[in-house]
């Protein structure tokens, strides 16, 4: 299995060309810069098109197979809708959000932290909200720094790879954590020492070592293929301890504009996603397979259904432990706007009400 696993890490490492060149090609489509344009309004949009951004990663395994299997096609042709979908590769909250407001996508994915600053920015305006879960993941903070125990033993020298600095649901669950060990006045005391890379070549730089990044606050497969490749790579940090359980890291966002306008296509992706999520948890193996043909990912087999099994990981469309970061970015002015629950921001969709 050791053999295996270190097999794992190494194809990570010869796959990493092919994901850095894939991402500057979808890259080069949005601004370089990281701030949110609330001037940019998108244009109206027929019913049928739907350009949807996905980043890396196992979390976006429901959008994957939603993609193998045609399966927005197919509710949207049930509902008498030729659907026109297209996929978008980007990196970080940023990029999407920026993406997502200058109209260039009308399904946003990125973490509930880069959710919750475009919902914040919005209100009143585009309001964007939440459509829906791409299930519960546990999110590790990785080091290959013997010396690095704790959050509280990181310094100056380390360097903390994230996909978006400050914006990133990586970003916030690190700046929670800090704000219980140091208090809120300072919830950024790390954001000084990280930095925003992609997470295949933050995996790359934790299982090579010798680089100035010396941890990665990344998802699954890259933080078990880092604890796989590096006999020092450890565990600083679980997300699910800092938000209190099992919890919706990643999640779908849109605009009012496009749900209202195109009530069958958004309803396709709905539907569309749910099949995918129960076709996951029937179906693990398949599921597998589908992910290592969508993504070009080189990762060892047997390690990508351990993750899909794991228990702690559940894939559903129910938003879940989202409001306690939603409550801290408010409380340190992250966020103007104050939610009074999951309600406010996520759409009132069947698949949303018993979130929280």
Do not use: C
């Not at 794992?8 to 990281?34: D, P």
């Not at 939603?66 to 990196?91: F, N, P, T, Y």
């Not at 400050?166 to 929670?176: F, M």
């Not at 140091?182 to 680089?211: C, M, Q, Y």
């Amino acid at each position: 299995m050791k053999k295996s696993l270190a097999r794992s890490a190494t194809a990570l490492l010869a796959g990493l060309a092919l994901s850095v060149a894939s991402l500057a090609v979808h890259m080069s489509a949005f601004a370089a810069g990281s701030g949110i344009r609330l001037g940019s309004s998108p244009a109206a949009q027929a019913e049928g098109r739907i350009r949807i951004a996905e980043q890396f990663g196992i979390v976006y395994l429901m959008l994957n197979v939603a993609r193998e299997q045609k399966l927005i096609e197919k509710h949207a042709k049930a509902a008498g809708v030729d659907a026109k979908v297209e996929w978008v590769k980007l990196s970080g909250g940023s990029a999407v959000n920026d993406a997502l407001l200058s109209g260039n996508i009308e399904i946003a994915s990125a973490g509930v932290g880069p959710l919750l600053t475009v919902w914040d920015r919005t209100l009143g305006k585009q309001n964007v909200r939440g459509v829906a879960s791409l299930g519960n993941f546990p999110y590790y903070l990785v080091t290959n720094n013997p010396n690095v125990k704790s959050i509280a033993a990181f310094t100056d020298k380390d360097r903390i790879a994230l996909p978006a600095v400050g914006v990133s649901v990586q970003s916030r669950v690190l700046q929670l954590a800090s704000a219980k060990l140091w208090g809120d006045k300072e919830f950024n005391r790390l954001d000084n020492i990280s930095v925003a890379v992609p997470h295949p070549d933050a995996a790359a730089a934790i299982i090579k070592g010798g680089t100035e990044i010396t941890a990665h606050f990344g998802n699954p497969p890259f933080q078990e293929q880092e604890l796989a490749g590096n006999p020092n790579a450890r565990i600083v940090l679980n997300s699910y301890q800092v938000l209190g359980g099992p919890a919706s890291a990643t999640v779908l966002y849109a605009t009012e504009k496009f749900r209202s306008e195109s009530p069958k296509t958004y309803k396709a992706f709905i539907d569309a996603l749910g099949e995918a999520a129960r076709f996951i948890t029937a179906n693990p193996e398949k599921a597998a397979d589908i992910y290592l043909k969508v993504s070009n990912a080189k990762i060892d087999r047997d390690l990508l259904l351990r993750i899909i099994k794991n228990p702690e990981v559940q894939f559903k469309t129910t938003p879940q432990n989202t409001y306690a970061l939603a409550e801290f970015m408010h409380r340190v002015g992250a966020i103007r706007n104050k939610p009074g629950s999951v309600k406010d921001y996520f759409f009132d969709d069947a698949q949303n009400v018993s979130g929280n």
